[in-house]
């Protein structure tokens, strides 16, 4: 037995020996991280690991959504574009701002007896509201990231913030268009046809269209989590925003985002400027030179300033998204460092939106150019251009249409 177990022995080793000499020597590599103890699944599974993926096991690294795709932001230019203060003072200035307005605005609508005018203080409070809103929900995401550090892949893996963010960033930075929109054909319903539309529209309907406003932007913002197109990380990993790749679903979500504010601000124009030049007619008429009425003027004047800082503030975010996903990129999987830059840019000038509009109301109002300008003089109503009215009809439509 002994002799047949050295004989054993020695032929075992013979064998491996020549197995050894038959596998060439692997090339040294980066030692690999093993989540598991006893590093099996090392040994078994040659997978690297996710590149500067920190997680607790492969599972978490595979569970991640889609609002990742790999370097967001170029490391050099953090410092550059990126402050933690500037977001949080224009965060509290904006809240203030828009928090202000509002009162100023419900306090205006206690004391208002006009129909023509409290309808469209609803669509100022709408449009005060939403800003305001906007503000606190991106700010309340931001501004913890800018103080805190988090990772976005140990605190959301599944995207659920991320798209959440999205989601409010496509909300209400097209609703404050939409609701431009909807004051323009608004006042121009109401200058080219005051009788009719000052019986028709309220309040509550007011209310109704403001609604169908935010509903209409809520189901824009719902398009790339019900699959078309996905929300990302943005430079410098702090908010989230639509994906400018070139896959089908990205770009045609680019596409509809950006051309539904173009043809909300250029519909703004169209309908403002009909309604200016109505108004500029009336008042140079030699038989109406002294019939104004202040409060159209009132909430022209305003709702030009407003379509004047959309424009301002929104056109440019809105073309140059239209630019990026015509165009084509070296890389199809990744966004250039560039265009990262420009985009973080464009959406810091559009967010002045949410500033800007708030003061519109508090410094363009009757009570306060009357100040600056004491010889401001109320005066009738618009209706008094229609002097074949019955008398009757005359003096209901006045009533309704009496200023403040």
Not at 22 to 47: K, M, V
Request: glycine share 6%; with cysteine.
């Amino acid at each position: 037995m002994p002799g047949g177990f050295n004989r054993h022995y020695q032929t075992r080793n013979i064998w491996e020996a020549s197995r050894s000499r038959q596998q060439p020597e692997s090339p040294p590599g980066p030692t690999l991280h093993c989540p598991l103890e006893g590093g099996s699944l090392c040994e078994e599974d040659r997978t690297p690991w996710f590149p500067k993926m920190e997680l607790g096991n492969f599972s978490d690294a595979r569970r991640l959504g889609s609002c990742f795709r790999g370097k967001n932001f170029s490391d050099e230019d953090r410092g550059h574009l990126t402050s933690r203060w500037f977001s949080t003072i224009f965060g509290l200035i904006g809240l203030a701002s828009n928090l202000f307005a509002f009162c100023v605005l419900v306090n205006s609508s206690r004391k208002m007896h006009s129909r023509a005018r409290s309808s469209f203080l609803v669509f100022l409070c709408g449009l005060v509201v939403t800003d305001f809103m906007g503000l606190l929900v991106t700010s309340c995401i931001v501004v913890p990231y800018h103080f805190i550090q988090f990772d976005w892949r140990n605190v959301d893996p599944g995207c659920h913030l991320c798209n959440f963010m999205g989601l409010a960033m496509v909300f209400f930075g097209q609703c404050p268009l939409l609701l431009g929109a909807t004051m323009a054909g608004e006042r121009f319903l109401g200058i080219y046809r005051p009788f009719s539309r000052s019986v028709n529209m309220s309040k509550r309907r007011a209310w109704i269209l403001v609604c169908l406003v935010w509903a209409l932007g809520f189901f824009l913002g719902l398009l790339p989590i019900l699959g078309l197109g996905d929300y990302t990380l943005q430079f410098p990993n702090s908010w989230c925003f639509l994906t400018l790749l070139h896959d089908a679903g990205n770009r045609a979500f680019c596409l509809i985002f950006a051309l539904l504010g173009i043809f909300c601000v250029a519909l703004s124009f169209f309908l403002n400027t009909f309604s200016v030049v109505t108004l500029c007619r009336v008042y140079h008429d030699s038989e109406s030179v002294q019939r104004r009425r202040d409060s159209e003027v009132e909430m022209m004047v305003q709702l030009l300033i407003i379509m004047v800082i959309a424009s301002a503030c929104w056109l440019p975010l809105l073309i140059f998204i239209v630019q990026t996903a015509l165009q084509d990129f070296a890389d199809a999987s990744r966004i250039p460092p560039g265009t990262e830059n420009l985009l973080l840019i464009y959406l810091r000038v559009a967010t002045w939106n949410q500033i800007l509009d708030p003061w519109v109301y508090i410094l363009f109002r009757r009570a306060v150019l009357k100040r600056i300008y004491p010889s401001l003089k109320t005066r009738p109503s618009i209706v008094s251009l229609y002097p074949v009215l019955n008398p009757s009809l005359r003096q209901k439509f006045t009533q309704e249409s009496v200023l403040q």
